[in-house]
Nanobody, 128 residues
């Protein structure tokens, strides 16, 4: 089992950048495919990005494509989400999630129920 802890959230002006981090416990982090999701008040949790355990397969939600970059460092048990050109609609609690798998297919990666392990979330606020 893996424990996940997100950090790096905060308040940023529209157009600004933030880098979220997700620290994973355990020695088998490289066995997990990872995802980032977000949930704004009154809205459903939505998919943001997915990265396979090797880092080769990466998918993004259309709403963040070209602005956000997911990456991982298996030696450090870390996953990152670099967020640039932030918009007020990006404001949400951001969660990282994990699944023991080489990676998910594009049709499966956005489904939150395919990820058994979740962090507690980190708040991102974007001021206009």
């Amino acid at each position: 089992q893996v424990q996940l802890v997100e950090s790096g959230g905060g308040l940023v002006l529209s157009g600004g950048s933030l880098r979220l981090s997700c620290a994973a416990s355990g020695r088998t982090f490289s066995s997990y495919a990872m995802g980032w999701f977000r949930q704004a008040p009154g809205k459903e949790r939505e998919f943001v990005a997915h990265i396979s355990r090797s880092g080769v397969r990466i998918y993004y939600a259309d709403s963040v494509k070209g602005r956000f970059t997911i990456s991982r460092d298996n030696a450090k048990n870390m996953v990152y989400l670099q967020m640039n050109s932030l918009k007020p609609e990006d404001a949400a609690v951001y969660y990282c999630a994990a699944r023991i798998a080489s990676g998910l297919q594009p049709s499966s990666a956005p489904n939150q129920y395919n990820y058994p392990y979740w962090g507690q979330g980190t708040q991102v606020t974007v001021s206009s």
